[in-house]
């Protein structure tokens, strides 16, 4: 019986440790630079272990190999290509985008593809692949053009109100506070009101249902890590989907979806419109208005004209969609966006020279408009805005690095550097943020480094703070709008002020699912004059 017992120990151990290494020598084969592969883990044990975040490995590879074209890594047993020169990405992000759809080989995809629960994450427009990406992508994309955005302004500018007033009761008792925990109460509310139609109301109580699975949600642990990873090794998916093994928090799955679903429900019996996201995913499964078409096609900034996606809309009302791509938006945007917010407090707060500026062009567009918030138009329009919250993007990346799986074998123009299907691709966003190349003294925060000027002196593809192409960040403007909004209402009555509490040296948190700061981010609030 023992003997039966090592005797299978040690195949599965053979099989494992065989199909993690069997590609180990792919760069070398090639002849480029690599990190090279150690069973189980690949290049970086640290992904495994958490004792460094992500966001730094991939800043350290691009670093050490940064005159280089390419260099290769090793994701566990995966070859992954890591693409430095922005003429080259230009091509994985556009250009060439149809050898480069999906975000996951079918390797990687398996992480998503156990139970019922885990279901629901295979079916996201962040983990969709092919053309079932881009029905979903094509479908939903008309909810956040610029005409729609408008219209979630009343929304956003709701949920300020309670931001402002947390920040007179932070500035009445003169204490410092940690930054993400107001700001993502801010982001969580904005997003579940405009996507679900539900005011969470984090701000009166950080106790309800919503809000603790919500921060449920966004933890990941080492324990969840090895349940995730486990995925790759080989038949491990399979079982899993066959026990019916959900491990992609299902419990705060399942609450986020019964959630929604209700609230369609709701939508159905009583015939309430408030015309939030909901209201308009489920229009756009009708054909698009002439307008909405037009919005699309004679956009003049280049980045949204790479972004557009030429394929047809699903016509077919899906509920299961709708409610997918609502949970996707409240998964995608809350802590990007809390995260950056948080960002931009703690940079005003040791800027005041910029913290000043950015007040002056605020507080004349809140004068041009006897003292309101402006409309959206103006709001679009402040350019110091836009800068500070770019360069805040920049500095503290929250998708650091983003992952292409090729779809068709393809060869680098003027290049001898060939990927073939499900080879995976890395562009390493925060790596390019901070190279001197393009950004002199990168670690400063400095707006100017997204003026006009300084932006026209540089590829478009050394800014990838929300992506690039069809597959970017389609919720960028909705981001935009509540950041902005946020900043205006924050900045028109308070400043921030620098908390000792900081470290001296932000270090990213390995255990925070994006980069957030170990610690935490602390500031105090003051009212002005
Ligand atoms: C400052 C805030 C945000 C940042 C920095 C950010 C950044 C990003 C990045 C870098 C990507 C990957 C792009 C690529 O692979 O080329 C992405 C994808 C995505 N983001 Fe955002 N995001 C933010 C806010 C939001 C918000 C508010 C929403 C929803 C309303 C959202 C929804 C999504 C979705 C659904 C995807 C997947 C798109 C696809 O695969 O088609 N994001 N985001």
């Known amino acids: 019986m023992l003997f039966e017992g090592i005797l299978i120990v040690a195949t599965v151990f053979l099989i494992s440790y065989r199909y993690v290494t069997k590609n180990f020598d792919r760069w070398k084969n090639i002849g480029i630079p690599y990190m090279k592969g150690t069973f189980p883990y690949g290049s970086h044990i640290e992904i495994l272990t958490q004792s460094k975040h992500i966001n730094e490995l991939f800043r350290e590879g691009y670093e050490k190999y940064r005159d280089e074209d390419f260099h290769g890594m ?15 990405l230009r091509h994985v992000m556009v250009k060439d985008f149809n050898y480069f759809v999906d975000r996951n080989d079918s ?58 007033s947390e920040f007179k009761t932070h500035a009445d008792s003169g204490r410092d506070f940690e930054l993400r925990e107001v700001f993502g109460k801010f982001s969580l509310d904005s997003l579940a009101y405009c996507a679900f139609g539900i005011n969470p109301k984090s701000f009166e109580d950080e106790k309800t249902t919503f809000v603790k699975n919500a921060a449920k949600m966004f933890t990941i642990n080492l324990l969840d890590n090895i349940k995730i990873f486990s995925r790759l090794l080989p038949y491990s998916a399979e079982l899993q989907k066959m026990l019916n093994l959900s491990i992609l928090k299902p419990k705060e799955t399942k609450f986020f979806f019964d959630v929604i679903k209700k609230t369609i429900k709701h939508r159905r019996e009583t015939g309430d419109r408030p015309n939030d996201l909901i209201d308009m995913m489920i229009d756009c499964m009708k054909p698009m208005s002439g307008t909405e078409k037009d919005s ?16 047809k809309k699903i016509s077919e009302l899906d509920e299961d969609m709708v409610v997918s791509t609502a949970f996707i938006l409240l998964v995608a945007g809350y802590d990007t966006t809390g995260m950056t917010l948080s960002y931009i407090g703690y940079f005003f707060s040791k800027h005041q020279d910029i913290q000043t500026r950015l007040q002056n062009e605020i507080d004349q567009a809140y004068e041009e408009n006897e003292g309101k918030l402006p409309e959206y138009q103006i709001i679009q329009e402040l350019p110091y805005l836009e800068m500070c919250i770019m360069e805040s993007v920049r500095c503290m990346t929250p998708v650091g690095g983003m992952l292409r799986a090729c779809t068709k074998d393809y060869r680098f123009p003027n290049s001898n550097v060939e990927v073939k299907v499900n080879d995976l691709i890395l562009i390493p966003a925060y790596g390019i943020h901070k190279d001197e190349r393009y950004y002199p003294n990168p670690e400063q925060f400095n707006p100017e480094n997204f003026s006009k000027k300084a932006k026209q002196s540089r590829s478009p593809f050394t800014f990838l703070g929300f992506g690039q192409g069809p597959r970017a960040c389609i919720g960028m403007r909705f981001a935009l709008l509540e950041t902005k909004v946020a900043v205006m209402e924050v900045l028109h009555n308070y400043s921030f002020i620098y908390s000792n509490k900081n470290p001296e040296v932000l270090q990213i948190d390995p255990q925070s699912q994006l980069g957030y700061i170990k610690g935490g981010l602390y500031a105090k609030i003051e009212h002005r004059n």
Not at 107 to 117: A, K, M, Q, V
Not at 133 to 152: E, L
Not at 296 to 311: A, G, N, P, T
């Open 107 to 164: 390797n990687f995809t398996r992480l998503f593809d156990g139970g019922e629960y885990d279901q629901y994450w295979l079916k996201q427009l962040t983990s969709l692949n092919g053309d079932e990406w881009k029905d979903v992508r094509s479908t939903f994309s008309p909810i956040f053009t610029s005409g729609k955005m408008k219209s979630m302004l009343r929304f956003i500018t709701e949920i300020a109100q309670s931001l402002k």
């Open 296 to 311: 699309y096609s004679e956009s003049h900034d280049q980045f949204e004209k790479d972004m557009k996606l030429e394929h």
């Open 74 to 88: 090793f994701l566990f047993g995966k070859p992954v290509l890591v693409v430095h020169n922005t003429e080259m």
